[in-house]
C-alpha cells in the first residue's frame, strides 16, 4: 500500500487559505464601485462586512457540533465550491433581482459560508498530518492567508490600472477559478482527523474547562489586535499621510499583509529553534508598542512604521494560539479549533468596531480608537502568562 501524500494535503490547505484571503478582500476594493453602479448607499456599505463576519460567527458555530458529523472532507470540498459560487453570485445576482443591494448581501453570504469553513477546518486537518514541528507548520500554513491578501490588493489594482475597474465582474471570475479548482485538491488528498475525547458533547466538556476559557480569551485578543489594524490600515494611512485612497491600500492593508506573511512565514522556520510562549510574549509587547506609535507618534511616517510592523507583531498570534491549544488540550478536536475559530472572529469583529465608535466620540480622531485598542494586546499578553502557569489537559 502506498503511503500517503500528505504535502497533497499542505498544498489544499495553503489554496484554502488563499481562497479565505480573496473572499475577505476582494470585495472591499469595491465598495466605492458598488456605490456608483448599484445606487448602494454607505449605510448598506457598512452591512457587507458585518454580514461577512456575522456568517463566518453562525459558521463557526455551527461547526462545534456538525462538523465531525459530516466529516472534514466533505465540508472542506464544500468550503471551495461555496466560496465560488459566492464570487460567481457578486457578479449575477446584482442584476438578475429587482433590487441589486440583496444580491450583494446573499452572494456575501456564500462566500462567507465557504470562508468560515476553511477557517475551522483546514488547521485541524494540518494538525492531524503526521509532520513533525507542527506550531511551524501551523504558522506556515496561516502565512498563506497574509499571501493571498497580498495578491489580491496588487493584482487586482493592477487588473483595475489596465482594463478599468469597470471590468471587475471578468476579474471575480477569475478569482472564482482558484477556490473551484481546489475542491479537486481536497477531493483527492489524504486527510486525517484528530484525536476526539469522545465521551459526552465535545463543545460542552472544553466549556468547562478554565483552561479553555483562556484560550478562548486569548483567541479573541487575537483577532482584535490584528483586525483593528487591518481594518483601519487604509484609512489612517490616507488620513496620516494624506494620500489617496489606491496609494493608502498599498501602503497601509497591503503593508500591514506583506510584514504578517513574513513574520508567520520566519517563525514557521524557525519555530523549532523558538519557544513558542515567549515568542508570542514578545509579539505581544511588539503589538503594544505598535499600536503606540500608531496612535502617538508625532511624525506620520513613525505612525505609518507602526502600523506595518504591528502586521509582524500580530502574525504568529492566531496561529501561535492554535499550536498553544493543541498542546495544552490535545483531545479537543475539532470542537476546540471550532470555538477558537469563533472567538476569533468575535474579537475581529467587535475590535474594529469599538474602535471607529470611540474615534467618532473623539471628534472623528482615529488615534484615540487605536490607542484604546491598545487594550487588546495588553490582554493578550496577560493570558499568555496566566496559560503558561496551567498544564496540559489530557494526552494523546
Not at 478582500?25 to 456599505?45: C, G, H, K, M, S
Not at 479553555?212 to 499621510?241: D, H, K, N, P, R
Not at 517563525?267 to 505598535?290: D, P, Q, Y
Not at 506620520?300 to 506595518?308: D, K, N, R, T, Y
Request: aromatic share 8%.
Amino acid at each position: 500500500m502506498a503511503t500517503p501524500n500528505y504535502r497533497k494535503t499542505l498544498v489544499a490547505c495553503y489554496l484554502g487559505f488563499v481562497t479565505q484571503a480573496i473572499t475577505a478582500n476582494f470585495a472591499p476594493l469595491l465598495f466605492l464601485t458598488f456605490r456608483d453602479t448599484y445606487r448602494v448607499t454607505l449605510e448598506q456599505i457598512a452591512l457587507i462586512p458585518f454580514t461577512f463576519y456575522l456568517a463566518q460567527l453562525v459558521i463557526d458555530l455551527a461547526a462545534t457540533r456538525y462538523a465531525d458529523k459530516i466529516g472534514y472532507r466533505a465540508c472542506v470540498v464544500a468550503s471551495q465550491v461555496v466560496s465560488a459560487l459566492g464570487l460567481v453570485a457578486m457578479v449575477a445576482l446584482p442584476g438578475l433581482l429587482p433590487t441589486p443591494f440583496p444580491g450583494i448581501l446573499l452572494a456575501v453570504v456564500l462566500y462567507a459560508v465557504g470562508s468560515g469553513l476553511v477557517e475551522v477546518l483546514v488547521s485541524p486537518i494540518v494538525e492531524a498530518c503526521p509532520f513533525k514541528n507542527k506550531a511551524g507548520m501551523m504558522s506556515l500554513l496561516h502565512s498563506f492567508y497574509c499571501w493571498g491578501a497580498v495578491a489580491v490588493i496588487l493584482g487586482s489594482t493592477a487588473f483595475f490600472a489596465a482594463f478599468g475597474v469597470e471590468n471587475w465582474k471578468i476579474l471575480a471570475l477569475l478569482w472564482a477559478v482558484i477556490p473551484l479548482a481546489n475542491s479537486f485538491n481536497f477531493l483527492v488528498c489524504p486527510i486525517q482527523r484528530l484525536p476526539v475525547d469522545r465521551e459526552g458533547s465535545p463543545a460542552g466538556k472544553l466549556l468547562r474547562l478554565p483552561l479553555v476559557w483562556l484560550l478562548i480569551l486569548l483567541m479573541v485578543c487575537s483577532g482584535a489586535s490584528e483586525a483593528t489594524m487591518a481594518q483601519w490600515a487604509s484609512a489612517f494611512t490616507e488620513s496620516a499621510l494624506g494620500v489617496t485612497k489606491a496609494v493608502g491600500d498599498l501602503a497601509g492593508p497591503c503593508l500591514f499583509a506583506a510584514f504578517m506573511g513574513i513574520s508567520r512565514l520566519l517563525h514557521g522556520k524557525l519555530s523549532a529553534r523558538l519557544n513558542l510562549a515567549k515568542s508570542m510574549l514578545l509579539s505581544g509587547i511588539l503589538c503594544c508598542i505598535c499600536y503606540l506609535a500608531a496612535a502617538l507618534a508625532p511624525a506620520p511616517l513613525l505612525g505609518l512604521a507602526g502600523c506595518a510592523l504591528c502586521g509582524f507583531a500580530v502574525g504568529i498570534m492566531w496561529p501561535g494560539t492554535l499550536s498553544i491549544a493543541s498542546q495544552k488540550c490535545p483531545l479537543g478536536g475539532t470542537a476546540m479549533f471550532a470555538l477558537l475559530a469563533l472567538a476569533g472572529d468575535l474579537g475581529a469583529t467587535l475590535s474594529p468596531t469599538m474602535a471607529g465608535c470611540i474615534s467618532e466620540l473623539a471628534g472623528g480622531n482615529l488615534k484615540t480608537g487605536l490607542l484604546a485598542a491598545t487594550a487588546f494586546p495588553v490582554m493578550l499578553i496577560i493570558c499568555l502568562v496566566l496559560v503558561g502557569k496551567r498544564g496540559a489537559t489530557g494526552k494523546r
